[in-house]
């Protein structure tokens, strides 16, 4: 079992960056598949990106390919969500999740597992 705690949100103007981070609890930090995925008002939880337990493949949602990216260090159990030229669209809380890979069935949008608590990013224009 792991538990995942989010930091980094904020205040930020459009085109402006955040690094968001999701620190995990455990030893098995590395085996786990992570994922980022954030909820506006009103609107439902998307996905936003994946990253594998190596961190050798990651995948994004169309919305944020090119501008965000998604690292992870399984030294630091932790896992990143790099944020720039953010659009006032961005605004959402964002979650990290994250499953064990032996469960893992391929889907980078579904079937987490875990949660943290969300940290919320606002964006003005």
């Known amino acids: 079992q792991v538990q995942l705690v989010e930091s980094g949100g904020g205040l930020v103007q459009a085109g402006g960056s955040l690094r968001l981070s999701c620190a995990a609890s455990g030893r098995t930090f590395s085996t786990y598949v992570m994922g980022w995925f954030r909820q506006a008002p009103g609107k439902e939880r998307e996905f936003v990106a994946h990253?594998?337990?190596?961190?050798?493949?990651?995948s994004y949602a169309d919305s944020v390919k090119g501008r965000f990216t998604i690292s992870r260090d399984n030294a630091k159990n932790t896992v990143y969500l790099q944020m720039n030229s953010l659009k006032p669209e961005d605004t959402a809380v964002y979650y990290c999740?994250?499953?064990?890979?032996?469960?893992?069935?391929?889907?980078?949008?579904?079937?987490?597992?875990?949660w943290g608590q969300g940290t919320l990013v606002t964006v003005s224009s």
């Open positions: 990253i594998s337990w190596s961190g050798g493949s990651t």
């Open positions: 999740a994250g499953i064990e890979r032996r469960f893992y069935i391929g889907s980078p949008s579904t079937g987490y597992d875990y």
